[in-house]
């Protein structure tokens, strides 16, 4: 029985830089029936208005729940990029996020998430008297958390009356659960802004949500700055 293919969602803009816009479509299948959420065999579709002829891309990464497009200039060379999104729908709220560029109809991975969660080495770990350390060894950052809005309960499970660790305790820091477009500098050219969670002893256990703007130099995204949003 063949599964029917349907129009997740479209954008128009120049992907290719010949001045004319472009239908950009995302289509898939949803193997378990219409009435559920989840996404498979994701294709991109470019249909270029100076030929009239449609390309297609399998997307593979792209499976899971409300894929969506968009385009933007990312590189600054007045052509829209396409970024697609999609939810994996798991617990850790990890987002599926890639950029390509089809300049000159050649489809080209600018931005995935997984290259970029693993382009960072970080360590979490719980110090004396109510306090965590998250440090980015890459960029060789680190930030220092106050545990004391966590609350008595939670702080006297793994700290001693004299706030000594009872036990040593690491965290995490999470692949990418949001990836958004920007424009910070206001100058027509966007940039991608990363949302990544920060866990303590579990994955519900929330410490803060690292935030990393990056910007397209060079010939690749390099991180502006880095900081550290905690839950007020």
């Not at 898939?28 to 065999?41: A, I, L, M, Q, R």
């Not at 545990?147 to 702080?155: D, P, R, V, W």
Request: hydrophobic share 35%; net charge negative; glycine share 10%.
């Amino acid at each position: 029985m063949r599964i029917e293919r349907i129009l997740l969602d479209q954008q128009i803009g120049d992907v290719t830089g010949n001045g004319l816009p472009d239908l950009v479509r995302l289509t898939g299948t949803k193997p378990y029936g219409s009435d559920t959420p989840f996404v498979d065999e994701v294709l991109l579709t470019i249909q270029n208005d100076g030929s009239g002829v449609d390309v297609s891309f399998s997307l593979p990464g792209s499976s899971g729940y409300r894929p969506t497009l968009y385009l933007g200039d990312f590189t600054g060379n007045k052509v829209k990029e396409i970024l697609v999104r999609t939810d994996s729908g798991g617990s850790g709220g990890i987002t599926y996020d890639f950029l390509y560029s089809y300049l000159n109809q050649s489809l080209r991975l600018l931005f995935d998430q997984q290259s970029f969660y693993e382009s960072f080495t970080y360590d979490v770990n719980y110090l004396d008297y109510y306090q965590a350390k998250v440090e980015n060894k890459t960029l060789n950052q680190s930030y220092i958390v106050s545990l004391l809005y966590k609350g008595k309960e939670y702080l006297s499970e793994i700290y001693k009356e004299n706030g000594q660790l009872i036990a040593p305790i690491a965290g995490d820091v999470l692949p990418p659960g949001g990836v958004y477009p920007i424009d910070l500098q206001r100058d027509g050219v966007d940039e991608l802004l990363v949302y990544q969670r920060v866990i303590g002893r579990y994955n519900a256990d929330g410490l803060g949500f690292l935030s990393t703007p990056l910007q397209w130099k060079e010939n690749q995204f390099v991180p502006m700055y880095q900081t550290l949003c905690i839950f007020g």
